[in-house]
């Protein structure tokens, strides 16, 4: 049972270019929603997040949508550079009490590719 | 600041035998977490600690897994014995705080091998 899902294992963009990755989740209860950026032989990086009361966040070239009812949200990169290229992982948890709290439900990665 | 350091960063052990994974988090992280990817799959957790105390062990896969943080400095996360699917990359992670608003620092993970 995948609570979070990254249903493109794949994107290939043009430099320049926006790279929109995708994500989906099935567990209401999740209240924050997060990227992270993976480069070989390394661990994921935080890259940007947002809080469920928002429907949008933005930090520079990354910007992250959420739509609540549909359970649904994207992150958006632009100018996509070479240097995007990765895997990137979206990532949920849940606040309040309990055992979920502060840990991260994972999807399974999308490997971007940006082609100069 | 040092990030998350772990140790070894590649193991490869046969079936049946005992390896044991170290993770040294940021200082002052009273947070801990033990994660794992499979062949290129979601990266699942495994368990999380605050300070030298399981939060919550719900991810540990068996009773082959122990994990400890005496102290609550580094921790140790011990496979007895191996099995093949026990093979991945093993990520630890720290945070100050308790929370989602809080990003999880990841260390590069041990890659486990078990053949």
């Known amino acids: 049972d995948q609570q979070v899902k990254q249903n493109s294992p794949s994107l290939s963009v043009q430099e320049g270019r926006i790279s929109i990755l995708n994500c989906d989740y099935t567990?209401?209860?999740?209240?924050?929603f997060l990227w992270y950026k993976k480069y070989p032989a390394e661990g994921p990086t935080f890259l940007i997040s947002?809080?469920?009361?928002?429907d949008k966040n933005e930090d520079g070239r990354f910007t992250v949508f959420l739509n609540k009812s549909a359970k649904h949200l994207s992150l958006h990169i632009v100018p996509s550079q070479p240097g995007d290229s990765a895997v990137y992982f979206c990532?949920?948890?849940?606040?309040?009490?309990?055992?979920?709290?502060?840990?991260?439900?994972f999807g399974q990665g999308t490997i971007l590719t940006v082609h100069p | 600041e040092a990030g998350v350091t772990q140790f070894p960063s590649h193991s490869v052990i046969e079936k049946g035998q005992t390896v044991t994974l170290r993770c040294d988090p940021i200082?002052?992280?009273?947070?801990l977490y033990w994660y794992r990817r499979v062949m290129g799959k979601e990266i699942k957790f495994l368990l999380h600690?605050?300070?030298?105390?399981?939060?919550?062990e719900s991810g540990m896969p068996n009773n082959r897994f122990l994990a400890e943080r005496t102290g609550g400095t580094y921790s140790t996360l011990k496979v007895q014995p191996a099995e093949l699917e026990d093979s991945g990359v093993y990520f630890c992670?720290?945070?100050?705080?308790?929370?989602?608003?809080?990003?999880?620092?990841f260390g590069n993970g041990t890659r486990l091998t078990v053949t």
């Open positions: 992670a720290s945070s100050q705080v308790r929370g989602g608003n809080s990003p999880l620092h």
């Open positions: 567990n209401s209860m999740f209240d924050y």
């Open positions: 947002i809080s469920s009361i928002k």
């Open positions: 990532a949920a948890s849940g606040y309040g009490g309990g055992t979920s709290y502060g840990k991260l439900t």
């Open positions: 200082s002052g992280h009273d947070n």
């Open positions: 600690f605050v300070k030298e105390s399981k939060q919550d």
